[in-house]
Nanobody, 123 residues
Framework: QVQLVESGGGLVQAGGSLRLSCAAS????????VVWFRQAPGKEREFVAA????????YYAESVKGRFTISRDNAKNTVHLQMNSLKPEDTAVYYC????????????????WGQGTQVTVSS
């Protein structure tokens, strides 16, 4: 089993920044691709960013390219999502997930999920 715990969410004004963290335990963290999803009220859970097991490859949704950066520290079993230039449309619960089978950008592909952390961006 793998356990994932997100932290770092909060309330910020438009244009501000937040840094989310996803801490993993239970198995070798570096063995898994780790991805961030988000879910806004009344909307489907959507892909945000992903990082390969080695950290050499990253993938982003078009809506966050140039503003968000995903990184991982395998020694600390932690993945981060640096979010800059935040917009009200970024308001959502953010989840990290790991161990996919199928498409990396589909929520149903992942076996392990964290509990989520709320990000609220005011105008």
């Amino acid at each position: 089993q793998v356990q994932l715990v997100e932290s770092g969410g909060g309330l910020v004004q438009a244009g501000g920044s937040l840094r989310l963290s996803c801490a993993a335990s239970g198995r070798t963290f570096s063995s898994y691709v780790v991805v961030w999803f988000r879910q806004a009220p009344g909307k489907e859970r959507e892909f945000v960013a992903a990082i390969s097991w080695s950290g050499d490859s990253t993938y982003y949704a078009e809506s966050v390219k140039g503003r968000f950066t995903i990184s991982r520290d395998n020694a600390k079993n932690t993945v981060h999502l640096q979010m800059n230039s935040l917009k009200p449309e970024d308001t959502a619960v953010y989840y990290c997930a790991a161990d996919y089978s199928g498409s990396y950008d589909k929520a149903g592909s992942y076996r392990y999920w964290g509990q989520g952390t709320q990000v609220t961006v005011s105008s």
